[in-house]
């Protein structure tokens, strides 16, 4: 496994980042104990880098990861959407205690869409930046699906690490094309940025391109590692042979090639729109009293499915 350090930060990080996203409550949903164990499968084969966020609730599975790995060197990078000081001090706090640690690497500002939201998240910052200086977190970062953030962002002194959306399609980008999002992460990598990317395949949308999608991005010289969720230890191997430039096993590819997934809208659905509301990448819609989903846009995320106050969203 090859590793580098964030830009001009002190982490040096996996080019494999655990995305925790996908074995938690918003998509797989599995147990906690096997959760942890495809978790610590990842971080026993070098894996040292792992991406949640408070909306995820994935914390239990990470420090149950942490409980039983032998691996003692892990990086963990979490986001919040609080836009206050004190709602941000406590979600800082609130990971470091589900956590079970004592720092945590890197804290960003979660899915920021516009120059205007990072203003409107100032506060935020400010906590993450005396955060910092408190010794609690070691990076201050944002995630984003837009082109405008990473521009910003890029000169923002206060923001060290940025996690973009990068896949060979530009899917999930909300304003540009994949080249846009290629020149804006190249001028923050060049500010000395860390950059690490996120949904390589498209939210699993580009499963059945596999191989091109993880080369593509593999072979950006401005991206320091890559985010991708994984929900079995069959997977975990196929992606650490991918990164390490190895071939995987036929058989286990044909295994993980014959798995698909879908956005599953149970049938009690109310048709209330507050997903549709919420669906950064407008893949959600009513139509007859029900929630529909345009495939096209969709990238299995997940987050679509906390605001379903009967909880018929699900990924499966």
């Not at 798995?259 to 049938?267: G, H, N, S, Y």
Request: net charge neutral; glycine share 8%; charged share 25%.
């Amino acid at each position: 496994m090859e590793y580098y350090y964030l830009g001009k930060t002190n982490l040096k990080v996996s080019k494999l980042c655990f995305g925790s996203l996908t074995v938690g409550p918003l998509q797989a949903n599995l147990p906690i104990e096997d959760g942890a164990k495809i978790i610590a499968h990842a971080f026993d084969k070098g894996v040292n880098f792992i991406d949640t966020a408070k909306l995820y609730k994935t914390y239990p599975y990470i420090k149950r990861a942490l409980e039983i790995t032998k691996n003692k060197n892990i990086i963990i990078s979490s986001k919040s959407y609080d836009y206050t000081y004190e709602g941000m001090k406590e979600s800082v706090q609130e990971a470091l205690e589900c956590l079970g640690v004592k720092k945590i690497g890197i804290f960003m500002l979660h899915e920021q869409e516009s120059r205007l939201t990072l203003k409107g998240h100032w506060d935020a910052l400010r906590y993450l930046v005396d955060a910092k200086k408190m010794g609690l977190i070691e990076a201050v970062g944002v995630s984003t699906h837009a082109v405008e953030v990473v521009e910003a962002a890029a000169t923002i002194p206060e923001i060290e690490v940025i996690h973009p959306i990068v896949n060979i399609k530009g899917l999930g980008i909300i304003d540009g094309t994949i080249d846009d999002m290629l020149k804006a992460i190249k001028f923050a990598y060049v500010n000395g940025k860390g950059i690490f990317a996120m949904k390589p395949l498209g939210g699993g949308n580009l499963l059945n391109s596999y191989d091109e999608c993880l080369e593509f991005v593999l072979n950006i010289p401005y991206v320091h590692s890559i985010a991708l969720g994984m929900q079995s230890i069959e997977e975990v191997d196929a992606n650490i042979a991918k990164f390490n430039g190895n071939e995987i096993d036929e058989n286990l590819r044909n295994k993980l090639k014959n798995k698909k997934k879908r956005l599953l809208i149970e049938d009690w659905c109310s048709g209330c729109g507050k997903c549709a509301e919420a669906c950064p990448n407008n893949a959600l819609f009513i139509n007859e009293n029900s929630a529909r989903v345009n495939l096209e846009k969709c990238l299995l995320c997940g987050y679509c499915s906390q605001y379903c106050r009967d909880f018929c969203i699900k990924i499966v």
